[in-house]
């Protein structure tokens, strides 16, 4: 191979891809069920944790079967019309629509049809389109990556609730930063998302990560696993240490951690700490001054240095959890969970 098997484009889906089989199939199984039982999924996590590459995964899937018609939407953009356009102009039902005498002109959507009352609400337009979906047995994917808490995705979700009560066969799947998801959830009409279904992507299996590193670079097995290791897991840096590796096979063990770390400092950590709270990132500061050279620190020391209350440290324990900052898997103790950003902190936050 002459071309390099790893990208540093997010949302791009790298020519070497470690797949989470158990969240796309978890998806697709529901979705795809004889019983309608649930239809909205967020997938959530951090920048470069493999959203985007997760949700075209199970667009890709689910296009391929013959009753599904998936429809990709710009949450920047005015959501129902562009769903309303994208279904009336799918190959699947386009035909059926003009059968039908759907009129959307009033949209600028335009086709050859036999004079007919022209809809101009654009939430009862999607409505006849869907019916027309339903007869025919047809299921419709909508997949938004990156939500916000925008008018436009507001309007959406508040009408993709009242179709799915009208049991619209339309579903829909969401990517989005922990801080996005909460803040659109938190909004008085759309409660319903609380109860949405959220599977938050965990790091990538390090073996799997081992064994793509040695088969590419042919690496004997403690190199590969030590390579594998140092990504903790993370999928941008799996992504950018092989494709560092691959660009630059002269440099040595630490000259290549240097490349690494200036790498995922400039493109990553340095955006992902403007959006910490500020009482959060004295939380991750505390742990870089108490934890020294061990791989955790106790939560009863970080408070003790910080002097905060028991109910503040929760809180930001919780946040930086659920922002997939931190580990928390041993009782009463903190630890990284992306690659170097301890030596990140270190270097750029440390005497903040």
Not at 296 to 310: F, N, P
């Given at each position: 191979?002459?071309?390099?098997?790893?990208?540093?484009?997010?949302?791009?889906?790298?020519?070497?891809?470690?797949?989470?089989?158990?969240?796309?199939?978890?998806?697709i199984?529901?979705?795809?069920?004889?019983?309608?039982?649930?239809?909205?999924?967020?997938?959530s996590?951090?920048?470069?944790s493999?959203?985007?590459?997760?949700?075209?995964?199970?667009?890709?899937?689910l296009?391929?079967?013959d009753h599904?018609?998936?429809?990709?939407?710009?949450?920047?953009?005015?959501?129902?019309?562009?769903?309303?356009?994208?279904?009336?102009?799918?190959?699947?039902?386009?035909?059926?629509y003009?059968?039908?005498?759907?009129?959307?002109?009033?949209?600028?959507?335009?086709?050859?049809?036999e004079?007919?009352?022209?809809?101009?609400?654009?939430?009862?337009?999607?409505?006849?389109?869907?019916?027309?979906?339903?007869?025919?047995?047809?299921?419709?994917?909508?997949?938004?990556?990156?939500?916000?808490?925008?008018?436009?995705?507001?309007?959406?979700?508040?009408?993709?609730?009242?179709?799915?009560?009208?049991?619209?066969?339309?579903?829909?799947?969401?990517?989005?930063l922990?801080?996005?998801?909460?803040?659109?959830?938190?909004d008085?009409?759309?409660?319903?998302?609380?109860?949405?279904?959220?599977?938050?992507?965990?790091?990538?299996?390090?073996?799997?990560?081992?064994?793509?590193?040695?088969?590419?670079?042919?690496?004997?097995?403690?190199?590969?696993?030590?390579?594998?290791?140092?990504?903790?897991?993370?999928?941008?840096?799996?992504?950018?240490?092989?494709?560092?590796?691959?660009?630059?096979?002269?440099?040595?063990?630490?000259?290549?951690?240097?490349?690494?770390?200036?790498?995922?400092?400039e493109?990553?950590y340095?955006?992902?700490w403007?959006?910490?709270?500020?009482?959060?990132?004295?939380?991750?500061?505390?742990?870089?001054?108490?934890?020294?050279?061990h791989a955790?620190?106790?939560?009863?020391?970080?408070?003790?240095?910080?002097?905060?209350?028991?109910s503040?440290?929760?809180?930001?324990?919780?946040?930086?959890?659920?922002?997939?900052?931190?580990?928390?898997?041993h009782?009463?103790?903190?630890?990284?969970?992306?690659?170097?950003?301890?030596?990140?902190?270190?270097?750029y936050?440390?005497?903040?």
């Open positions: 191979m002459t071309q390099n098997p790893f990208t540093l484009n997010f949302g791009k889906t790298p020519l070497t891809l470690i797949d989470r089989p158990q969240a796309i199939n978890k998806v199984d529901e979705f795809d069920a004889p019983l309608i039982n649930n239809q909205i999924y967020v997938l996590g951090i920048r470069g493999g959203k985007t590459v997760t949700l075209t995964e199970i667009d890709k899937t296009s391929q079967k599904w018609i998936v429809i990709e939407l710009n949450s920047s953009r005015d959501l129902l019309q562009a769903l309303a356009s994208k279904l009336y102009q799918s190959p699947q039902l386009h035909k059926l003009v059968d039908a005498k759907i009129n959307l002109s009033f949209w600028g959507i335009t086709a050859n049809f004079p007919s009352h022209q809809i101009s609400d654009i939430e009862v337009a999607i409505d006849q389109l869907l019916k027309v979906a339903r007869d025919r047995h047809y299921r419709i994917l909508v997949s938004i990556d990156e939500v916000t808490n925008t008018p436009a995705m507001r309007e959406f979700a508040s009408a993709f609730q009242i179709f799915i009560r009208q049991d619209a066969p339309i579903f829909l799947l969401m990517t989005g922990y801080e996005n998801i909460s803040d659109l959830q938190n008085d009409n759309l409660t319903f998302l609380y109860r949405a279904p959220k599977i938050f992507l965990r790091p990538l299996n390090l073996t799997a990560i081992s064994n793509e590193y040695q088969q590419i670079f042919n690496l004997p097995d403690p190199e590969a696993i030590k390579l594998a290791k140092l990504t903790k897991g993370y999928p941008y840096a799996f992504q950018l240490l092989g494709y560092l590796k691959w660009e630059h096979p002269e440099l040595n063990e630490l000259d290549l951690l240097n490349e690494f770390d200036a790498n995922i400092q493109y990553v340095h955006k992902l403007s959006e910490i709270m500020f009482n959060d990132q004295k939380v991750l500061i505390a742990m870089v001054k108490i934890q020294g050279n955790e620190c106790r939560i009863k020391d970080l408070r003790e240095e910080l002097h905060y209350s028991s503040l440290m929760s809180g930001c324990r919780d946040r930086l959890k659920k922002k997939g900052l931190v580990n928390t898997d009782y009463g103790y903190l630890s990284f969970t992306l690659p170097r950003f301890d030596r990140y902190v270190e270097v936050h440390l005497d903040d």
